[in-house]
């Protein structure tokens, strides 16, 4: 049921059913038996993936660098546990496609033996350039989902001169409670990584945002900083998508960001609260992401709980520990229900972007028939980008993508929040979707024309040197055979002139014997 809030700085969004009871109050299980088998792909961030450092056969500790990154923005992927370098191969990724990527298999040996850390004696000393040089080193990435390597944020903020470090704490997806979770049950560590966010920024303050559907969450952060005068907790409605990066700084500061802007064009970076307990641990404890708090859930799950697993363990043993019957699973879901993807096997590793394992059964998938549009604006009320997503939705439908462009297409976050609430059950956001995938495939095609012109424009450049080179060439040679033929009829009209003044010296010799 759609809900509207007077609050000026919350635009749109919707009251979803949170389905997050079963797993908020059960601690995080750490008892996730280790796999035989870690597979980990080199691609587990935005930007170039990590090129691979081993080969097959070769031994490996637990955190020991597998792939270093590959420039600026990359990271590098380590070794969940310790063992022997069974495969570097193509395996299903963890995608709607299931298309297979660059992954490094490791058999693991059952040691579970670390790799020599290196843990400063006072971490909070450290010089701003080291603390993202270490962020960076262990890999740590954005766990909201949008997996930006940390340390190029935290460069980013230090040459933006930032004033203000948001912690996305909202959480605002249906089912998971990972990050709830984690700060019920390690709210002083993410205090501390926050802390070390603000020193590798050299930000003076951050903002908390936690839903206020965590009312333990919210306590244990305020107390954990109680002693830091610089760090506000604060609560804010629970309402999808309040954990879009946008929506979340709008409510806490009242800023809006410019279009085809960043947080940083007005002093403010944002990290999730997950990430912040991944820079303590990569400062702190020396270790880097090789593991994450995942939520399994769904009513096809027996034992749904929160889970911490080794980066590379395949969801289908994730699963199998808690439980799920098979049998009863119609849809297996990476992330939440709004905003993550449909995987088609469960034969796929868990990677750094994981939050949730959803295992839906039919009667939570169930559709009710679309019907027409009644016009009743609800679906612009909702969204939170302050769209027309009719509007769009039926330009799409006529093929004008670009009118739907026109009318914010690809401002779209594609948070369904219009569909949810369609009383007509328009599939809204599908049509979204399906559009900016025609659209990225019109720029791939705009792209390759572009390069094969750009090609074709080369070569006949080249031609054209190659031409005139040859031109010029000819010229020279034509020059040089018509300069030898005028030496050599210079010389022979020396020659015969020669002759002739002889023939002259002899005659008059002659005449005068």
């Known amino acids: 049921m759609l809900a509207l809030f007077e609050n000026p700085r919350l635009r749109g969004g919707i009251h979803a059913e949170e389905h997050k009871n ?170 501390s990584g926050i802390r070390l966010m603000l020193l590798g920024m050299n930000a003076p303050e951050a903002t908390i945002g936690i839903e206020d559907n965590k009312p333990e969450a919210y306590a244990a952060m305020r107390t954990a900083c109680a002693a830091f005068a610089n760090i506000k907790v604060v609560q804010v409605p629970t309402r999808y998508p309040m954990g879009w990066d946008r929506q979340m700084l709008r409510y806490l500061t009242g800023w809006e960001i410019p279009a085809d802007g960043r947080a940083t064009d007005i002093g403010v970076v944002i990290h999730n609260v997950a990430t912040a307990h991944a820079v303590y641990r990569a400062v702190c404890l020396g270790q880097p992401l090789i593991t994450r708090v995942v939520t399994v859930s769904g009513s096809a799950v027996d034992k749904p709980q929160n889970v911490e697993v080794l980066i590379g363990t395949l969801m289908s043993e994730v699963l199998a520990h808690c439980e799920v019957k098979k049998t009863k699973v119609a849809r297996l879901i990476m992330g939440g229900p709004m905003m993550g993807d449909a995987l088609p096997i469960s034969e796929v590793p868990v990677v750094k972007a994981c939050s949730g394992i959803l295992a839906l059964s039919e009667q939570d998938i169930e559709l009710p028939e679309v019907k027409p549009c009644i016009r009743c604006s609800t679906c612009v009320t909702a969204c939170p980008v302050g769209l027309l997503p009719l509007e769009m939705a039926s330009r799409i439908r006529a093929n004008q993508l670009d009118a739907a462009v026109d009318l914010g297409l690809k401002d779209c ?88 003044d002889i023939a002259t010296k002899v005659t008059v010799e002659e005449g005068n014997s």
């Open 413 to 500: 976050i594609n948070c369904g929040s219009c569909s949810y609430v369609c009383p007509s059950s328009i599939p809204l956001v599908h049509y979204f979707k399906f559009a900016a995938g025609e659209l990225y495939k019109r720029q791939q095609m705009e792209h390759k024309a572009e390069q094969t012109k750009r090609l074709i424009d080369d070569r006949n450049q080249r031609m054209e040197i190659i031409r005139l080179e040859q031109e010029a060439e000819a010229r020279r040679v034509m020059e040089a055979r018509a300069a030898r033929a005028r030496e050599q009829e210079l010389a022979k009209q020396k020659a015969q002139q020669a002759l002739s």
């Open 22 to 191: 079963q797993t908020s109050g059960v601690p995080i299980a750490l008892d996730m038996p280790l796999p035989k088998k870690l597979f980990i792909p080199v691609q587990q961030h935005v930007g170039k993936p990590a090129e691979p450092l081993v080969k097959v056969g070769d031994k490996v500790l637990k955190g020991q660098l597998l792939a270093h990154s590959q420039g600026t923005i990359s990271a590098p992927v380590h070794a969940p546990s310790s063992g022997i370098i069974a495969d570097v191969v193509e395996y299903p990724a963890p995608h709607p496609s299931a298309l297979p990527i660059r992954t490094i298999i490791i058999q693991t040996d059952g040691l579970d033996q670390w790799a020599a850390v290196d843990i400063p004696t006072d971490p909070f000393q450290l010089a701003a350039t080291e603390i993202c040089a270490r962020v960076g080193a262990a890999g740590v990435v954005g766990l909201g989902g949008a997996v930006f390597p940390s340390a190029v944020k935290l460069d980013l903020g230090r040459k933006n001169k930032i004033h203000t470090l948001i912690i996305n704490a909202g959480e605002c997806e249906p089912y998971l409670t990972c990050d709830d979770r984690l700060m019920q049950e390690r709210a002083g560590e993410i205090v």
